[in-house]
């Protein structure tokens, strides 16, 4: 098809069949949504004209759609992009002028998808991005130009070896989401960031460190890492999170951490391994709970010496921990917990309550009464 008489089409566009596709052939500007869902009919787009849809642009369960080619000329989608559910799509070339996504942008189930070159010309979505699932798809090259995302980042259930994609990526308006991606290893594509609303990094095995995330200083929310990490050292930067952190990992210590002065949720960290907490010199407050717990390598808290705000404390069954002197900057404290650490003498705990006042509930046993 050719196109030869282009003209504005009111309204929404839904094809589902090769006679809607070729009624809306000539259409040059969709005053409304333009949806593409064939079930088992389209192999190829065939839309000549098409320079601007209004609203959305939603690709969705083709299952022999091969080729989107024709809409080259496609510069402005004004609402949501999405890319689903196209088990034979391999390449999305076509998209390659469309610079702006007012809405989200959704990349998902398409499992021949090899790359996202298709989406090189973006420079911003309005909405969310969203990358799941996809067998063939390990990285994401083509998104280089994308600067802003106004809202969440949600990479997830992919075979990504690297973001590296994303080193242009200065802003991401809302949450933070990659998870359960078996062979990503680094998150280096990430260094341009500077602060965070929320960041949840969940279940990569093969991700040993976060070094990408060096430039992040301020995190609004919650901070949630847990999986195969060997170190910290890149949230270095990290003077604040406004809620919760929580740190699960293999790591031997938190010396990653030395900007760290305020976590304005609960603290809580794990890791058999952490031999201290000497990279926590600078905090100074945390408006939620201090969690120590199963951490069998810990011996002292003297990293903590310039805590002087807590809610709560929880320290339970860590195997080491035999001296608690590093909390003696606390004068008042909710809650208390210390219970189940064999080695922590009761004249530690007594000398730690001399100087502290308990304000909730206190539940203190298990420890080791005879030293």
Same mark, same amino acid.
């Given at each position: 098809? =050719? ?15 090769? !006679? ?8 040059? $500007? ?6 593409? !869902? ?6 190829? #787009? ?42 034979? &799509? ?10 702006? $996504? ?45 600067? =802003? ?11 990504? #070896? ?9 802003? #991401?308006?809302?949450? $933070? ?9 680094? #998150?280096? @594509? ?50 604040? $999170? ?7 990992? @293999? ?14 949720? !609960? ?10 907490? !000497? ?7 945390? @408006? ?9 390598? %810990? =011996?002292? %808290?003297?990293? &903590?010496?310039?805590?002087?705000? =807590? ?18 900057? %606390? ?23 001399? @100087? ?16």
């Amino acid at each position: 098809m =050719v196109c030869e008489q282009p003209r504005v089409c009111v309204g929404d566009v839904i094809i589902t069949s090769e !006679d809607d596709l070729a009624a809306a052939g000539q259409c040059e $500007v969709i005053a409304g949504s333009l949806t593409i !869902d064939s079930q088992h009919w389209i192999e190829r #787009v065939d839309l000549p004209c098409l320079t601007e849809v209004e609203g959305d642009l939603l690709l969705l369960h083709n299952p022999l759609l091969a080729d989107v080619s024709s809409l080259s000329g496609l510069h402005t989608v004004g609402g949501n992009l999405a890319i689903g559910d196209n088990a034979v &799509l391999a390449q999305i070339d076509g998209l390659s002028s469309v610079q702006f $996504v007012d809405g989200h942008l959704l990349v998902e189930d398409n499992n021949l998808l090899e790359n996202v070159r298709g989406l090189s010309g973006v420079e911003r979505v309005g909405g969310a991005l969203s990358i799941w699932r996809g067998d063939a798809l390990t990285d994401l090259d083509g998104l280089s130009s994308l600067n =802003v995302i106004g809202a969440d980042l949600w990479i997830e259930l992919t075979p990504l #070896v690297d973001v590296d994609g994303l080193s242009s990526l200065s802003s #991401v308006g809302g949450y $933070v989401h990659i998870q359960q991606n078996d062979v990503l290893t680094n #998150v280096d @594509g990430l260094a341009g960031l500077d602060s965070l609303k929320h960041l949840t990094i969940l279940s990569n095995p093969s991700l040993i460190d976060v070094d990408g995330l060096g430039g992040i200083t301020v995190v609004e929310e919650d901070l949630f890492i847990a999986g195969g990490l060997q170190h910290v050292d890149g949230l270095s930067s990290l003077s604040s $999170v406004g809620g919760a952190l929580t740190l699960l990992g @293999g790591f031997s210590d938190l010396d990653g951490l030395t900007s760290l002065q305020e976590v304005g949720g !609960d603290f809580s960290f794990g890791g058999a391994a952490v031999a201290d907490v !000497d990279g926590l010199s600078k905090l100074e407050r945390i @408006g939620g709970e201090l969690r120590i717990e199963s951490v069998d390598s %810990l =011996v002292h %808290l003297d990293g &903590l010496s310039g805590l002087r705000s =807590v809610d709560s404390i929880y320290l339970r069954e860590n195997a080491s921990l035999m001296n608690i002197e590093g909390l003696s900057g %606390l004068s008042t404290v909710g809650d208390l917990t210390i219970e189940f650490n064999p080695v922590l003498c009761w004249s530690q705990i007594s000398q730690f309550l001399d @100087g502290v006042t308990p304000a909730g509930e206190s539940t203190i046993g298990f420890n080791d009464p005879d030293c």
